[in-house]
């Protein structure tokens, strides 16, 4: 099993600036992605930023240029770095960890989940 604690989260005015934090810890692997999705209301959770273990970043179209996805193997920790936020980032953001352990020829995975954070972008 794999443990996820977030921290950031809270209230910001558009144009403004947050930064989420993700530890890790337990069962963790070699082979992995870490990141972050969403959800509004209604809607399906949706992939923000991730970043693997050899370091290939992702991000949905929408956040590019705004958000930066980082992490700290010391600390098996991920950021995400939120700039310019607008109205329509406001959700619920949800920590993942995604591992993938190679054992007799197959290729298992499993997915691990934080309990969310809110992030309100309002003036």
């Known amino acids: 099993q794999v443990q996820l604690v977030e921290s950031g989260g809270g209230l910001v005015q558009p144009g403004g600036s947050m930064r989420l934090a993700c530890a890790a810890s337990?069962?963790?692997?070699?082979?992995?992605?870490m990141g972050w999705y969403r959800q509004t209301p209604g809607r399906q959770r949706v992939l923000v930023a991730t970043?693997?273990?050899?370091?290939?970043?992702n991000y949905r179209d929408s956040v590019k240029g705004r958000f930066a996805i980082s992490k700290d193997d010391a600390k098996n920790t991920v950021y995400l770095q939120m700039d310019s936020l607008k109205p329509e980032d406001t959700a619920v953001y949800y920590c993942?960890?995604?591992?993938?352990?190679?054992?007799?020829?197959?290729?298992?995975?499993?997915?691990?989940w934080g309990r969310g954070t809110q992030v309100t972008v309002s003036s």
């Open positions: 337990g069962s963790l692997v070699s082979t992995y992605s």
């Open positions: 993942n960890y995604h591992s993938l352990v190679a054992r007799e020829g197959k290729v298992y995975e499993n997915d691990y």
């Open positions: 970043i693997s273990s050899g370091g290939t970043i």
